[in-house]
């Protein structure tokens, strides 16, 4: 008679919504018991220790001396861990880096969590844990999730600008999420989408969404007028405001829309909206953030394709102040 797998050993609260399960083709996972609706907690984790160095700097006496600290409980909870789901791992530095995630980047810290490392990923995820620092960590629903649905998380937040192949290869497996089936329509529009949100990312950041100022070698705006006019901030705020909406369509297209975003991009959208000074324009953006969708508001604000307006060079002339730019 087969032993119990490890991980149903695991200690889930009791409350949490999930179990953890066989998930197939990706060994173990996580899969609501009840439906659990968009914006509720998922799970809250403290984690089982945290070892304050960056994580490239961690070594394996670092670990060793934060397990050794360790209750017996807690040491008998950590040796359930294993590598793919099926055997003990033979480093422990790897037990690490597989079931460990950031708490603080400044200063640089990293905690071991038992619980919140057992959600797979997908490109298309209905959960996440937001960017917030500190600890514990919590996990949220990013959309509505049905009872017996197994519950993902995207492992990378850059992935929503690189396409199916340029996540596989950081991945270093096969993701069998619906935007990275080979061959099917929606993995096909998904690569055009991601391009196209990497691409409007530049326009109203002026750089890629790594901080890096784009090269002929690799080219995302392959305008160079349009590109030099991102990277100088001089994008009118017509455009600004049309980029804007029309990432916040293709976001939603995409299944990435979550109210995490739409908390951190929307008020810099009413922002841009505020800052119209031609009367025209004033009431095409005034109409067009008074629709009910984000389709819609962008169907209306595309009326000001072309436009200028009077309040431009002086937003162009603050935008560069604040990120220190020099002709």
Known sequence: MSQPHPYRSLEVPSEAPFALGPSQGKGWGAFATRRIERGALILREKPLFVIRKPHEEITEQDIWTAFEQLLPGEKEQFLYLRDNDSRPFVRITDAFAENSFSTSAHPPMRGMFLLQSRFDHSCVPNSKIPETGGEPIARFATRTIEAGEEITFCYATAFMCKTRNERL???????????????????????????????????????????????????????????????????????????????????????????????????????????????????????????????????????????????????????????????
């Open 169 to 327: 290869e950081e991945l270093r497996f096969v993701c069998h999420c619906k935007a990275c089936l080979p061959g099917t329509p929606f993995q096909q529009l998904s690569d055009l989408r991601r391009n196209l949100i990497r691409g409007l990312q530049y326009l109203t950041l002026g750089h890629d969404f790594n901080g890096v100022i784009q090269t002929s070698a690799s080219p995302i705006i392959f305008d160079s007028r349009l590109k030099q006019a991102a990277e100088s901030f001089s994008i009118p705020i017509s455009s600004r405001l049309i980029y804007n909406l029309l990432f916040m369509v293709l976001m939603e297209d995409e299944g990435l829309l979550d109210d995490f975003i739409i908390k951190r991009t929307a008020p810099s959208v009413v922002m841009t909206t505020t800052k119209f000074q031609t009367e025209s324009n004033v009431k095409i953006a005034r109409l067009a953030m008074a629709q009910d969708t984000w389709l819609g508001k962008f169907c209306v604000a595309f009326r000001l394709h072309g436009r200028r307006d009077v309040a431009d060079d002086a937003i162009a002339e603050q935008l560069r102040m604040l990120h220190g730019f020099s002709v």
